[in-house]
């Protein structure tokens, strides 16, 4: 079955979009720069889709060197809760 998508523009609650098929609410937004990729924050990997690995790393993250790596989280820079820097940034 084919994802159909509608915007919320903002009347959802934690939520951007909904799925039409099914009614579930959603948080859809890009990849960012530095990694914050999530809607709140977190220490909890993010796994990276393999179609779009490369792409992640080289052109958005602009770090070519990382392109390997199947996950990432918030690096401790962004984040002074995480005990230890993590070596995923």
């Not at 979009?17 to 990729?37: H, K």
């Given at each position: 079955m084919v994802q159909r998508w509608q915007n919320e523009h903002g009347r959802g609650f934690k939520s951007n979009y909904r799925e039409l098929n099914t009614g579930d609410e959603y948080w859809i937004s890009g990849p960012r720069r530095d990694g914050t990729d999530r809607l709140y924050v977190s220490n909890i990997p993010v796994g990276i889709d393999e179609d779009v690995r490369e792409?992640?790393?080289?052109t958005i993250r602009r770090k070519p060197e990382?392109?390997?790596?199947?996950i990432t989280r918030a690096c401790r820079r962004h984040f002074?809760?995480?005990a230890t820097p993590s070596p995923l940034c």
């Amino acid at each position: 079955m084919v994802q159909r998508w509608q915007n919320e523009h903002g009347r959802g609650f934690k939520s951007n979009y909904r799925e039409l098929n099914t009614g579930d609410e959603y948080w859809i937004s890009g990849p960012r720069r530095d990694g914050t990729d999530r809607l709140y924050v977190s220490n909890i990997p993010v796994g990276i889709d393999e179609d779009v690995r490369e792409e992640y790393w080289t052109t958005i993250r602009r770090k070519p060197e990382l392109k390997q790596r199947r996950i990432t989280r918030a690096c401790r820079r962004h984040f002074r809760f995480i005990a230890t820097p993590s070596p995923l940034c």
